[in-house]
């Protein structure tokens, strides 16, 4: 069966400091591999994808993820980090159908 | 902006009654998403439809139905609602059927069964 694991329900970062949430992924075939956010009383908004080619995946505002296939890994990555970027970010993986991680909160302190 | 929307924005209602949420997709995009997102089950799929004809079935519960409309909006119905139902319910579109399309979300609806 699909799955999609985001081991940490939350996330603390300073401001200015590099993020990394995490996300593994279990499908078979050729993933294809989606990260979103959602800001309070807001819709998932989406930031990047992975269908193929380069490993590594740049996004909507600065963010950029990193595709390991022997690891099953699609951790969403920025080199710094802003007190806006706190939010609730769900990583989505493709295969016969679209299953979301169970979200990760990340709290940017300033 | 997404280009989805949804209506209403919130709805209260009490329990054993009968909603209808509506959702209008993205100019362009054929498929139509409904889910639920609830504090203690996170983000769960619903129903899909392509181009009017349903084209997946998840943890819909048969007190729920929705349909897709010619001019491509979607209602979601739900009837007989218990408290559990409180949620957000969102509608995404997307190009194509497949998962390959990146879903672009509505800012939600949120329902409250008192």
């Known amino acids: 069966a699909q799955s999609v694991a985001q081991p940490e329900d939350q996330v603390n970062v300073a401001e200015g400091n590099p993020l990394t949430v995490k996300c593994t992924y279990s499908v078979s075939g050729n993933p294809y591999l989606f990260w979103y956010v959602q800001y309070p009383n807001r819709g998932l908004q989406f930031l990047l994808k992975y269908i193929t080619g380069d490993n590594l995946v740049k996004g909507s505002y600065g963010f950029e993820a990193e595709f390991n296939k022997s690891q099953t890994s699609f951790h969403l990555k920025k080199p710094s980090a802003l007190v806006s970027d706190s939010a609730l970010y769900f990583c989505a993986a493709g295969g016969d159908k679209l299953t979301f991680g169970t979200g990760t909160r990340l709290a940017v302190r300033p | 902006d997404s280009g989805v929307t949804q209506t209403p924005k919130h709805l209260i209602t009490a329990t054993g009654q009968r909603v209808t949420l509506r959702c209008s997709p993205r100019?362009?995009?054929?498929?139509v998403y409904w889910y639920q997102q609830s504090l203690d089950q996170g983000l769960q799929f619903l129903i899909q439809?392509?181009?009017?004809?349903?084209?997946a079935k998840g943890n819909i519960l048969e007190r729920f139905s929705a349909q897709q409309f010619p001019d491509l909006h979607s209602e979601l119905n739900l009837s007989s609602l218990e408290l559990g139902d409180s949620a957000l319910y969102f509608c995404?579109?997307?190009?194509?059927?497949?998962?390959?399309?990146?879903?672009?979300f509505g800012n939600g609806t949120r329902l409250t069964v008192t």
């Open positions: 100019s362009g995009d054929l498929s």
């Open positions: 995404a579109s997307s190009e194509t059927w497949g998962s390959r399309s990146p879903l672009h």
């Open positions: 439809y392509y181009n009017g004809e349903e084209r």
